[in-house]
Structure formats: structure tokens, C-alpha cells
């Protein structure tokens, strides 16, 4: 092929149809073979505002956005100044739309083409849609088969009659026929791609499979953005495999119903972002005291309060670690990508179940809003069960203090086993307690099951060596690993160490990745720097440590990443 990758942003008017063309794009270009990636943008209103599709296609698989776009495609113009700054564009660029280039993207330079899709489709008769005009124009400019234009449009728009697909048809073909105003474009040239096994997925809908896979079978929730794709994924989902999910009438009922039904002995899960985390922790804490596991799916988004509901950010690390009021030890995790969204949720489910408390699951817009086209992910099995009291027994003690400190778990039913499990401090027989000596008991209990147990290698991700070590997390590491492995033919080795399980913490494991680190640089997408101040509290390394923390809602992206790395470099 004669080139890589390719970076495409459609921006448009709420309801210009920029997201169906960015998603069918993609589509196509995965079907030819290719791999890449669309994260959506737009304001924070209910209905309408602007919006924007950010594209990243390859001929490998790309796990974030580039430094740069090659085209900007415009639907219209409106509103499409507010995503100046994340649209970065210079010479080498195009500008593709109609008059009226906002002075924020002609400034870059790049070449601009006019070309009104409006008015195209108004000249093409009844039926012709603007968007999909954009689409036959971007496809035929970057090198994609028609054939497999025609084919994601035909499986869009089929239910709708054999009239609507032939307008579809028309509006690509007339926007094919308009590529050379692209002319000098970089283009894929599509050969045998052989046999793949891609994956066309967002990290929502990874997230979803990953819960399935892990055993959960009840779902209870609230709709928030970015996290409710999810859910509307796991409705269906749930009903193949003999499942529920309930819509909850607020956050707070939505967990109280997953500690109700992982009482009954079904592995229970609820998605939100943060201000239902918000609302969620007291009974957080519930379930944290009752040992009753839950899996909290938290897709971040910009905060404070209502924040930026529709872009990411890594600002709630600090609630889910220490948001649950009194000694709460829990567990929390991060996926890296969409792909590992499948994995880790799975993983969460595995370590909730196995002991017998509350696991959250960290990630973000960014992930969970992003479709991407990626190798099939591995099967994985944890052969997960939930440790049982399963006879009937004289003077059960739901909350003895065992080996492991995971006490077998009586179901609801079983003669001689009841107990209760209620947010009361209480003895190993379940009884309410005030005492010290119980309280002291129970609190080491909930303590030891969690730092005593082996999280394997799935607690990080570690790569490379040398003296200067990248700490991040979550979705922060796929820019970091794109700019590392930019750097490496300039002679410059970066350690990459992201911790996958945030809690509990695994100091043995943390000092053994930095051995023989000097300087260590902390990579965060937050104000507060909460991932560095993590890591000083927690690991106390010994190297020399900085912080590169800045807010959403512009992502990192591999050149912010090769800068920060220059500044710390010191070896020759």
C-alpha cells in the first residue's frame, strides 16, 4: 500500500448524518481489509449542536488518534469552529465543503475545495442525502472499493424499501464522481488482504461482552452519557443467554437491585459515569460490608458535576479509589483500548465473584465511545465461581475468618444458613456488633482477601527498559506505546509500566517494573494530576518523578507524548 494511515474528520450540523458516515466509513474500510478507529465528538446538548466523526483508518492496527488529519470534511459549517482544537490541521491537509471555511481551520494552511454537498443533493433528485454524498466523495479519494461502499449502505438503509437503497447508490456513486477535487490525497491501494478476522466494535459493546463472558446474567441501570450504549447493547444481549437487564429509576435503586440479585446468586453489573458513580457509593459501600460482589462499569467523562457529557477524561480515578466512606477496600480496574474493554470487564467480574466483593471498572469516553476495527480478541476463561456454603450446617458463620479470607457465601433457602447482610458492622455470624474486637476482625477480613491474592501479570502492562519509564493508565497508554515505538529508531528506550489493577495496590510487583528507573514520568488525562499523586502515595519510588497531567477534553495524542519524552531525556 502506499501509505499507512489516513486521518478523516466529517463534521456537521446534530442530524447532518456526520456520525452514520463516519461509522459506515469505517465499516467499509474494515470489510476491504483495513483497520482503524472513530471517536465521536459534539456538544453537550440533548438534540442537534454540531458534531464530528474523527477517523484514524490504517493498514495496521491504531489504538488512538493521530497528531494531524489529512481531510476535513464539512457536511455545513455550523458550529464546526468549536472543534478547531481537536481537529489539528496543517499544508499537508485538505479542507473539503461548502464557502464559508471558519478562519480557525483556514489558518492551518491547508488546501481548500469547495464543494457543497447541499446543493449536490439537491441537483441529484428526491432521496439523495448530503451525508451520503460525503461518504462516495471520501470513500473514492482514499482508494476504498465501491463495491464495499455500496455494501454497508445497503445493509443501512435496506429495511427502508429498494427506493431508498437506490438513492443511497446514486448519492455515492455522484459523490465518487466529485474525488479528483481530491486530488493529491494519499490513497490506499487495496490489494489481498488475505484472511482476517476483524472485529467491527466499540469499547461499550466490548465492555458488554466481556460481562457476558465473565458470568453476569443480571443488569440494573440508569442511561447516562457516554455509558448508555452499553446498556442498550447488554439488552438484547442478556436475553440470548437467559439474562435481564432493568432500568432502574435512578442510580442509586440501579445498584441496590445489583446487591439484591448477587444476594440471590446471580453475577450482577450497572454501567454509569460519574455523577451516577456519585450516587451509587453509599451502597458501594453496602456491598463492600456484606461481601456481596458487584461490577460498577464507571465510562468517565468530564467533570465536575455534569461536566462535558460527551468527551472523555480521566478525572474520576480519586472517587472510585477513595469515594466509598470508612475502610472500604475494593477492587478497581482499567481497561487499556477497546479491545482489552472485553477483557478487563470480563476480569473485573472474575475478581468480584472470586472475592466476594465490589469491583469498578474504569473507562472512559474515549474508549467506550470509539468504534474500532481490530484483530478478534482472544478467548479467555477464568473459570470463575463464587465460593459457596452449599450444606445445610449448624451455627453457619457467613463471615468466619477462613484461609484466603473468602468465607463460603450461603444462598438465600438453604436450611440452617440464613443470615443477614446489611451495612451494620457485625460479627462472623452476621449478628450486628459494636464491639471492638468484631469490628477489628471484619475489617482485617475484608483487608487480607484482597492483598493476599495473586492478580497475576493482568495487573499491568510493562515493556521496554532503560533509565526513563512512562507510569500511566487506562486509555493514556495507546498514544504512549505509538510514541515510544516512534522514538526507538532515534536510539530512545522508554519503560512503559500502566497498572491495569489501580486497587489494591501491588508495591512488589510496582518495584520490580521500575528497577533500575531514574526518572519517571507520570502521564495523565487529568487537572489535578490524581494518577501522579497515586503513584507518589502508594509506590513512593525511589527514581526521580514528574508529572504530565492536563485535562480532557482534548486527547493525548502520540506528538504530546514524543515532547514530553524529549524534555526528560537525558541519555546518549
Request: aromatic share 6%.
Amino acid at each position: 500500500m502506499s501509505t499507512h494511515a489516513i486521518s478523516i474528520a466529517l463534521v456537521g450540523s446534530g442530524g447532518s448524518g456526520v456520525m452514520t458516515a463516519g461509522s459506515l466509513l469505517l465499516e467499509a474500510a474494515g470489510r476491504a481489509g483495513l483497520y482503524g478507529l472513530m471517536s465521536r465528538s459534539s456538544g453537550p446538548q440533548i438534540r442537534g449542536g454540531e458534531a464530528a466523526a474523527l477517523l484514524r483508518i490504517s493498514t495496521h492496527p491504531v489504538f488512538c488518534l493521530g497528531d494531524r488529519f489529512d481531510l476535513l470534511m464539512a457536511i455545513d459549517w455550523l458550529n464546526a469552529e468549536r472543534f478547531a482544537a481537536e481537529i489539528p490541521l496543517d499544508r499537508n491537509s485538505f479542507i473539503a465543503g461548502g464557502d464559508g471555511v471558519p478562519d480557525e481551520f483556514s489558518a492551518s494552511g491547508a488546501a481548500c475545495r469547495e464543494v457543497s454537498f447541499k446543493t449536490l443533493a439537491e441537483q441529484g433528485g428526491a432521496g439523495i442525502r448530503p451525508n451520503m454524498l460525503a461518504l462516495g466523495l471520501v470513500g473514492a479519494a482514499v482508494g476504498l472499493p465501491p463495491e464495499q461502499l455500496e455494501e454497508v449502505a445497503r445493509k443501512l438503509v435496506g429495511r427502508k424499501g429498494e427506493e431508498a437503497v437506490q438513492a443511497s447508490v446514486s448519492a455515492l456513486s455522484i459523490g465518487a464522481a466529485n474525488a479528483a477535487l481530491l486530488d493529491g490525497l494519499e490513497r490506499f491501494d487495496i490489494g489481498d488482504q488475505g484472511s482476517k478476522e476483524l472485529w467491527n466494535i466499540s469499547g461499550n459493546e466490548s465492555a458488554g461482552l466481556g460481562a457476558i463472558r465473565g458470568g453476569v446474567r443480571f443488569v440494573a441501570a440508569y442511561p447516562i452519557t457516554p455509558a448508555t450504549e452499553m446498556l442498550e447493547w447488554l439488552a438484547p444481549a442478556l436475553e440470548r443467554v437467559g439474562g435481564t437487564l432493568v432500568q432502574a429509576e435512578d442510580e442509586l435503586a440501579s445498584v441496590n437491585q445489583l446487591i439484591g440479585a448477587s444476594f440471590g446468586g446471580t453475577p450482577s453489573l450497572t454501567a454509569t459515569s460519574g455523577p451516577g458513580f456519585a450516587l451509587m457509593t453509599e451502597s458501594i459501600g453496602l456491598a463492600v460490608a456484606s461481601e456481596t460482589p458487584i461490577v460498577v462499569v464507571d465510562v468517565m467523562r468530564g467533570g465536575p458535576s455534569t461536566g462535558i457529557p460527551t468527551k472523555g477524561e480521566q478525572s474520576d480515578l480519586n472517587i472510585a479509589l477513595y469515594g466509598l466512606h470508612g475502610d472500604a477496600p475494593h477492587v478497581v480496574v482499567a481497561p487499556f483500548s477497546v479491545s482489552d474493554c472485553l477483557f478487563t470487564t470480563q476480569w473485573a467480574v472474575h475478581l468480584a465473584e472470586s472475592l466476594q466483593t465490589a469491583a469498578i471498572v474504569l473507562s472512559d469516553q474515549s474508549l467506550g465511545q470509539t468504534r474500532s476495527v481490530i484483530p478478534k480478541p482472544a478467548d479467555v476463561s477464568f473459570n470463575t465461581r463464587r465460593v459457596l456454603q452449599t450444606e445445610t450446617r449448624e451455627n453457619y458463620q457467613r463471615y468466619a475468618a477462613v484461609a484466603g479470607g473468602v468465607s463460603p457465601m450461603a444462598l438465600p433457602g438453604l436450611a440452617g444458613c440464613q443470615y443477614t447482610a446489611d451495612g451494620l458492622e457485625h460479627n462472623a455470624r452476621g449478628i450486628p456488633s459494636s464491639r471492638v474486637e468484631d469490628h477489628a476482625n471484619q475489617l482485617d477480613k475484608r483487608r487480607d482477601k484482597l492483598t493476599s491474592y495473586d492478580y497475576g501479570d493482568h495487573w499491568a502492562h510493562v515493556d521496554g527498559d532503560g533509565p526513563l519509564a512512562i507510569i500511566t493508565w487506562g486509555s493514556s497508554l495507546a498514544p504512549v506505546t505509538e510514541a515510544v515505538e516512534a522514538l526507538a529508531p532515534e536510539g530512545i528506550v522508554v519503560r512503559v509500566i500502566a497498572p491495569r489493577l489501580l486497587m489494591p495496590v501491588q508495591p512488589e510487583r510496582m518495584a520490580e517494573a521500575l528497577e533500575g528507573v531514574e526518572v519517571a514520568l507520570v502521564l495523565e488525562q487529568s487537572h489535578g494530576a490524581q494518577f501522579f499523586h497515586y503513584i507518589r502515595a502508594f509506590y513512593a519510588p525511589e527514581c526521580e518523578l514528574h508529572s504530565a497531567a492536563r485535562p480532557g477534553p482534548l486527547p493525548i495524542r502520540p506528538g504530546d507524548v514524543i515532547n514530553e519524552i524529549r524534555r526528560h531525556w537525558r541519555w546518549s
